[in-house]
Each structure stands twice: as C-alpha cells, then as structure tokens.
Nanobody, 120 residues
Framework: QVQLMESGGDSVQTGGSLRLSCEAS?????MGWFRQATGKEGEGFAS????????VYADSVKDRFTISQDIEKNTMTLQMETRQPEDTAMYYC????????????????WGQGTQVTVSS
C-alpha cells in the first residue's frame, strides 16, 4: 500500500491561485483529491487515472481547479484558480485501484491532509 503526503496548503485571500501536491511512495492506479470543511459533508472533487490521464471533476470546482500528474515522480498536483471562501477545508490526497467514469477514483489509501483557508 502506498504512502501519500500532501503539501502546499496555506491561508490565502479570495482569488488568485494555489497549488497543492501529493507525493506517493510508489506507482498508483488512480488518485484523487477529497476535502472536508468543518461542519460540512466531505467532498471528493477531482480524480485522475494514471494510465490515460482520464480526469473527473465535481461541478463545484470544474473550470477552476485542474488536476495533473507526473507519473515518473509518482506525484499529483492540484492547481486551484479563483479561490473562494467556500474552498476552505482540509484537503486530502487519495489513491485507489478502482475507477468510475462518473465518480473518478475510489480511494482506499489516504494522506494526512493539508489545510487550505480562503478569506475574503
């Protein structure tokens, strides 16, 4: 089972961009991002399939966030554009071995999380 480590979380203001990274200790079948805001239901919002680079996004982040990967380095990146206060959450990286064309990666391994706080 791979180990995952997120980085890049920060306290930022509305707008602009922020980049999160997730480093895996080995190869993965698929990876994704999940976020948990205080008092709210968690949300899996972006996934990428290692072979082929297929991506899935939730409507809440579509056209604002971009997920990408570096297969050789076993890393995944989330480019966050036009940050909003509603993006404030703990962001978790996940890896899994099942892919759904609508939901994306079914993660079964998780990182420790990195906090993103967006203030207006």
């Amino acid at each position: 089972q791979v180990q995952l480590m997120e980085s890049g979380g920060d306290s930022v203001q509305t707008g602009g961009s922020l980049r999160l990274s997730c480093e895996a200790s080995g190869p993965t079948y698929c990876m994704g991002w999940f976020r948990q805001a205080t008092g709210k239901e968690g949300e899996g919002f972006a996934s990428i399939k290692t072979r082929g680079g297929w991506t899935v996004y939730a409507d809440s982040v579509k056209d604002r966030f971009t997920i990408s990967q570096d297969i050789e380095k076993n890393t995944m990146t989330l480019q966050m554009e036009t940050r909003q206060p509603e993006d404030t959450a703990m962001y978790y990286c996940a890896a899994g071995n099942k892919w759904n064309s609508r939901r994306g990666c079914d993660g079964d391994t998780w990182g420790q999380g990195t906090q993103v706080t967006v203030s207006s």
